[in-house]
């Protein structure tokens, strides 16, 4: 699976948009993009994922550079429980593959009032 | 709460003493995944089961360490003459096949004195 950087603390106003971005130069072509979040002392939550595509939920975007060497995740108004690490993961899908997860160090993510 | 379940969520042991921990995982999942998370690092993968079949270990693993998933249900992870380097969160995650998403569930938390 590829490796992935994220810068390591960002901080946020509360009400604004948070955009995390993570770099994954040695994408390969049938890797996916994960995004987790871990608010302090829960388990990871998963959030978004895509391939190539721009994709949306009712929690955030992911905005994926054409080349797919980064991606952007993007929380559009954050509040302050949004406070957390955020760990961004490529790897590949598929039921041939056991599909662990492997994360990085991440980014903290801290909204301030 | 994601559907993943995990007991205890906290244990203090001493030195040398087995524990035990489970994972009840969302019903309609096969897969079944552990990882441990030491303060400050991403959680780190440990095991995983495809229904009862255990399908891959990490070296980090070790023969101390034992993990099963009878009957494809839920499983548990046991520590046998605990360490200090063994205190950490053990986190369980579960998936669908075609669903490659992982649920995680809240984590137990590890102490040993």
């Known amino acids: 699976d590829a490796k992935t950087t994220q810068p390591t603390s960002m901080d946020c106003a509360e009400g604004r948009a948070a955009n995390l971005p993570c770099n994954h130069s040695?994408?390969?072509?049938?890797?996916?993009v994960y995004w987790y979040r871990q608010i302090h002392s829960q388990g990871p939550q998963y959030i978004i994922h895509?391939?190539?595509n721009n994709e949306t939920n009712e929690m955030a975007s992911l905005i994926i550079t054409e080349d797919r060497k980064s991606s952007t995740l993007i929380l559009p108004h954050a509040t302050l429980r949004d406070t957390a690490v955020y760990y961004c993961?490529?790897?590949?899908?598929?039921?041939?593959?056991?599909?662990?997860?492997?994360f990085g160090q991440g980014t903290t993510l801290q909204v301030k009032p | 709460d994601t559907g993943v379940s995990q007991n205890p969520r906290h244990k203090i042991t001493k030195r040398g003493q087995n524990v035990t921990f489970r994972c009840d995982p969302i019903?309609?999942?096969?897969?079944l995944y552990w990882y441990r998370q030491t303060l400050g690092q991403g959680p780190e993968f440990l095991t995983y089961?495809?229904?009862?079949?255990?399908?891959?270990k990490s070296r980090l693993l070790s023969d101390r360490f034992s993990a099963e998933r009878p009957k494809g249900s839920f499983s548990t992870l046991e520590i046998q003459r605990t360490e200090q380097g063994d205190s950490a969160m053990y986190l369980c995650?579960?998936?669908?096949?075609?669903?490659?998403?992982?649920?995680f569930g809240p984590g137990t938390r590890l102490l040993v004195l």
């Open positions: 995650a579960s998936s669908g096949d075609g669903l490659a998403t992982q649920y």
């Open positions: 019903s309609e999942h096969n897969r």
């Open positions: 089961f495809q229904n009862e079949a255990q399908l891959e």
């Open positions: 895509g391939l190539k």
């Open positions: 993961i490529v790897r590949v899908d598929g039921s041939s593959n056991t599909g662990k997860l492997i």
């Open positions: 040695t994408i390969s072509g049938n890797e996916y």
